[in-house]
């Protein structure tokens, strides 16, 4: 079992920066870490993902060359470095991992995009971009 706790989220004006950070409990650095996030009335989507191992990563198209997910595993930190940020990145960022399971690991060991498989998951924190 493992517990999750995001933090750094907040407002920012669109073109700024954030890093969220996701602190377990346990370690995680040989499972499956993924960011989501969800805006109000739309799906929870994947935004990243990684498979330390192998530093496999994964970035949803519209995030793609401006979001970097990183982990820290002495600290048992997962994070998002968020830039050049717009208000279609506002929403709630949610940490997740398949920790005591290979249920979000894919045939080709990265990260799968689906909610489903995430076993564990953080409260959230929210992030909101003002144009």
Do not use: H
């Amino acid at each position: 079992q493992v517990q999750l706790v995001e933090s750094g989220g907040g407002s920012v004006r669109a073109g700024g920066s954030l890093r969220l950070s996701c602190a377990a409990s346990r370690y995680t650095g040989r499972s499956c870490m993924g960011w989501f996030r969800q805006a109000p009335g739309k799906e929870r989507e994947a935004v990243a993902t990684i498979y330390g191992p192998l530093v496999n990563t994964y970035y949803a198209d519209s995030v793609k060359d401006r979001f970097t997910i990183s982990q820290d595993n002495a600290k048992n930190t997962l994070y998002l470095e968020m830039n050049s940020l717009t208000p279609e990145d506002t929403g709630m960022y949610y940490c997740a991992t398949d920790f005591g399971s290979l249920r979000a690991r894919t045939s080709t060991n990265y990260c799968s995009v689906s909610k489903n498989g995430y076993g564990y998951w953080g409260q959230g924190t929210q992030v909101t971009v003002s144009s």
